[in-house]
T-cell receptor, first 112, second 111 residues
């Protein structure tokens, strides 16, 4: 069974640009969550989508947004990039409530 | 969200058992205890989870105190590939997919 796939693995952008990250969940998983990981703040929850609807949202500014498609694939968008957005962005999928989350290996975003 | 407390780091010798402790004194009755680990340059990997009873799987065992205020992840025979940051997380059905990660325990396995 294929795991969670995130693309691209690495990305370099400049301040003010916008970026879209992609996540393909494990087949059959309808829940997709996004996390940001930085050395200073650790792993922080961004948002969760289930059946194309955002169910939970973390404490991030509106520049961070996402969506989920009918095939459960999800995208995350960050607009007006700032230096502090440099981080590892992780996507996780799960099958149901209280089932474990399965993480991808992330997209490493660097802002110059 | 109920918080967890873990030691910053631990060391173990290869092929010996490892007991990773976690305190969660404010755990609620509906909180599940989850363990994840993260190897360098990889996303977190699910290890095990439980509610009240001890749990075993092919990777590890989870021992939960009777009052549920603490738990211990047990790796029965540590290998070099077990060197990782181990996270103990509480998750309740209301926010099951909003995991709150702490700083975890960095496990070093010595050959």
């Amino acid at each position: 069974k294929a795991g969670v796939t995130q693309t691209p693995r690495y990305l370099i952008k400049t301040r003010g640009q916008q970026v879209t990250l992609s996540c393909s969940p494990i087949s059959g998983h309808r829940s997709v969550s996004w996390y940001q990981q930085t050395p200073g703040q650790g792993l922080q929850f961004l948002f969760e989508y289930f059946s194309e609807t955002q169910r939970n949202k973390g404490n991030f500014p509106g520049r961070f947004s996402g969506r989920q498609f009918s095939n459960s694939r999800s995208e995350m968008n960050v607009s007006t990039l700032e230096l502090g957005d440099s981080a590892l962005y992780l996507c996780a999928s799960s099958a149901d409530t209280n089932q474990p989350q399965h993480f991808g290996d992330g997209t490493r975003l660097s802002i110059l | 969200d109920a918080k967890t407390t873990q030691p910053n780091s631990m060391e173990s010798n290869e092929e010996e058992p490892v007991h990773l402790p976690c305190n969660h004194s404010t755990i609620s009755g509906t909180d599940y205890i989850h363990w994840y680990r993260q190897l360098p340059s990889q996303g977190p990997e699910y290890v095990i989870h439980g509610l009240t009873s001890n749990v075993n799987n092919r990777m590890a065992s989870l021992a939960i105190a009777e009052d549920r205020k603490s738990s211990t992840l047990i790796l029965h025979r540590a290998t070099l590939r077990d060197a990782a940051v181990y996270y103990c997380i509480l998750s309740n059905p209301g926010s099951a997919r909003q995991l709150t990660f702490g700083s975890g325990t960095q496990l070093t396995v010595l050959p």
